[in-house]
């Protein structure tokens, strides 16, 4: 069993600051890509952020330069860094970790249970 817990989110008002953070535990063998998705009211889950095993990064367009994502291996945990939050960032944040199983060794992809972000003012 492998299990993600997510926490930080919350309402901010326009401008403000959050940080989500996200936890893996379980029957792990090894934790590759981590990344953030977000979906807002009618519309499809959407790629935000993106953080290799290596330490590469990706951030969607519409977040670049208000937005980071890092990890702590040690810790099997990804975080999310908003900065100057916009209303249309309001959108529930879900993580999502490539990890391979302890006993299958084989790789998933494992998804939180999502957090709500409401910027509004």
């Known amino acids: 069993q492998v299990q993600l817990v997510e926490s930080g989110g919350g309402l901010v008002q326009p401008g403000g600051s959050l940080r989500l953070s996200c936890t893996a535990s379980?029957?792990?063998?090894?934790?590759?890509?981590m990344a953030w998705y977000r979906q807002a009211p009618g519309k499809q889950r959407e790629l935000v952020a993106l953080?290799?095993?290596?330490?590469?990064?990706n951030l969607v367009d519409s977040v670049k330069g208000r937005f980071t994502i890092s990890r702590d291996n040690a810790k099997n945990t990804v975080y999310l860094q908003m900065n100057s939050l916009k209303p249309e960032d309001t959108a529930v944040y879900y993580c999502?970790?490539?990890?391979?199983?302890?006993?299958?060794?084989?790789?998933?992809?494992?998804w939180g249970q999502g957090t709500q972000v409401t910027v509004s003012s």
């Open positions: 999502n970790v490539k990890a391979r199983h302890s006993a299958t060794r084989i790789e998933y992809g494992y």
């Open positions: 379980g029957s792990i063998f090894s934790i590759n890509v």
């Open positions: 953080i290799t095993n290596g330490g590469s990064t």
